[in-house]
């Protein structure tokens, strides 16, 4: 069929399902929700035979859903309306959630029901339960709303409150009246609660040393304790650790709640945020290894499991700083100094990697020479990989990963991919010619061709079409825990393989005969000349494109990559 998502972003849930109908014969093409007159437009150039909207904040046109089907993707159960759903269920500590699409009508969510998944309700951040149980329910949905519209025989069920199925209701938009902590009452569960169901947008309104910030993520503290409930007692790594009345909760990241006429504000660390105010403050480190055995905030873990190492990684958003990259540049050199056979790279869920954080960038006195440094981190980092030739390095995207993130993935002698991963193996959208060495990786894995196919259509792609190509090595299904059980249990089996040997004498030969016809060194001069003049070269649109990215301004047009429709590579 020829189906037209309409949507207010092309992001991650979007994304996949752009991926997940591509991978099923269907053609699609993508129309962001900027005007009832685009989507019109949209309509009439595509002809669709369905129109699906995976993320929408405002209503599509009557004329267009009075005369087309129209299906609405809502993150809530049977009967569950209004615009904050997943913000009530963290809050509420629900245990059981569900999505739900259901047909386009004048009422917002009130239209007939095509399907309905439910889901277990995860204890994390709303983005993090959005990108992970919520889209994997969510393309459920949506595969068989589609299969039972091109079959022809559904006939979809009318909203009934009184049926026993049907236990959502009208929720009120989630506003910080709901969301306000108040320190000296609330225990550490529903702080957390709080802080969780409000991490990546809008956070949590609070005030400290006499001004107004947004909180943006909660992670429980196992150890530290302050008297005094609501006050900063620690710092790690750019987050901060906050009393509450029964232990303390780790917020890493901070937006200053923006003055009447005064700039724009958005995500920082915490400790950026706070800069001067945090003199008294102790900092209290803790290493990857003892973090693994901990319930504490930390962005980097390391365990090991008989002759493998496990490095895990979370940076929020998937995005990595000169500094964390320089942390984990660190812990990867102490494992591999570690006397295991293979080494896997990966967070234990959701964002693998994206590459360079555009937010610190953004914020940085001079945002070129910050983008250099990061870009450079980057490439130390991923060249510390690409040298390791006495172990046998995996990458274990439990979630999704992008431009450089994904390079530093495919660095790795081996990727290993969740199904429901969407990769975006691109730079060209934020005007940038790309480094962290995929000049040599990405040909090397897929070919010039393709390597140049991937980089300029910049569409997203799909964990089946990734391992077509030769992207990733092995996919899996199942959700994020089951993911984790079966890395765990396939790198302890190739860490105890007969072939081991034989493969990293042969890794060591090929390096070294890669290296005679180019070496590594050659790929970053070159890839660093480009991107150098990205930064710093007159007339170049990277710094416009990040500060639109940072600022969150909305486009004026859907890109034009995104709605030819297109289908499924081969």
Aim: aromatic share 6%; net charge negative; with cysteine.
């Amino acid at each position: 069929m020829r189906i037209l998502l309409i949507a207010s972003a092309f992001n991650s849930l979007t994304q996949r399902v752009h991926t997940e109908l591509r991978e099923r014969g269907h053609t699609v093409a993508v129309e962001l929700a900027l005007g009832d007159d685009a989507v019109r437009a949209a309509v009439a150039r595509t002809d669709p035979d369905l129109i699906v909207c995976p993320m929408l904040t405002r209503a599509v046109p009557q004329d267009v859903w009075s005369t087309r089907t129209v299906l609405i993707v809502h993150p809530g159960p049977k009967g569950d309306r209004g615009p904050s759903s997943l913000d009530w269920a963290i809050h509420e500590d629900a245990e059981e959630w569900g999505v739900t699409v259901l047909q386009a009508v004048e009422e917002m969510d009130a239209g007939d029901i095509w399907a309905s998944v439910d889901l277990a309700v995860e204890r994390c951040g709303k983005s993090e339960l959005y990108r992970g149980e919520v889209a994997d329910a969510a393309v459920d949905a949506v595969l068989l709303a589609v299969q039972r519209h091109a079959g022809g025989l559904f006939t979809p069920d009318p909203l009934d409150y009184d049926r026993p199925d049907v236990r959502g209701r009208l929720r009120p938009y989630h506003a910080q009246e709901f969301r306000r902590i108040d320190w000296a009452a609330d225990d550490t569960a529903t702080v957390l609660r709080k802080l969780r169901s409000a991490d990546s947008q809008p956070g949590v309104l609070d005030e400290m040393f006499g001004r107004e910030y947004f909180l943006h993520g909660g992670h429980p503290e196992d150890r530290l304790r302050g008297s005094r409930p609501g006050a900063v007692i620690a710092t790690r790594d750019g987050a901060i650790c906050r009393a509450t009345t029964d232990g303390a909760v780790w917020i890493p990241q901070l937006r200053p709640r923006r003055t009447p006429g005064g700039p724009a504000t958005y995500k920082l660390p915490a400790t950026t945020v706070l800069r001067g105010l945090l003199t008294a403050v102790r900092e209290v480190p803790v290493s990857p290894a003892d973090a693994a055995g901990r319930e504490t905030w930390s962005e980097i873990r390391y365990r090991e499991q008989g002759d493998a190492g496990f490095l895990e990684f979370s940076f929020a958003g998937g995005a990595m700083s000169t500094d964390q990259c320089r942390r984990l540049l660190a812990a990867y050199q102490e494992a591999a100094e570690r006397p295991t056979s293979v080494l896997v790279l990966g967070a234990a869920r959701d964002f693998f990697s994206n590459g360079i954080h555009l937010n610190v960038i953004e914020a940085a006195p001079f945002p070129a020479l910050e983008s250099w440094d990061n870009i450079n981190a980057m490439d130390d980092l991923v060249e510390a990989v690409l040298t390791t030739t006495d172990k046998i390095t995996v990458s274990a995207l439990a979630g999704n990963a992008a431009a450089g993130g994904l390079m530093l993935a495919v660095a790795a002698d081996e990727v290993w991919c969740r199904d429901s991963a969407v990769l975006n193996p691109h730079y060209r959208l934020m005007g940038l010619h790309g480094s962290e060495y995929w000049t040599y990786t990405l040909p090397r894995r897929v070919g010039a061709e393709q390597a140049g196919r991937l980089t300029g259509a910049a569409l997203p792609v799909g964990a089946a079409e990734a391992a077509r190509l030769g992207l990733v090595d092995r996919t899996a299904g199942g959700d994020a825990a089951g993911f984790r059980r079966w890395v765990l249990r396939e790198a302890t089996a190739l860490a105890g393989s007969a072939e081991l040997t034989g493969r990293l004498v042969e890794k060591k030969r090929r390096r070294a005969e890669d290296e005679e016809t180019k070496p590594l060194a050659a790929y970053r001069a070159e890839e660093l000349r480009e991107m150098h003049r990205n930064f710093y070269g007159r007339g170049e649109a990277y710094h416009e494109l990040r500060r639109a990215f940072v600022h969150k301004a909305c486009p004026v047009r859907t890109p034009e990559h995104l709605t030819e429709l297109v289908g499924r590579e081969s």
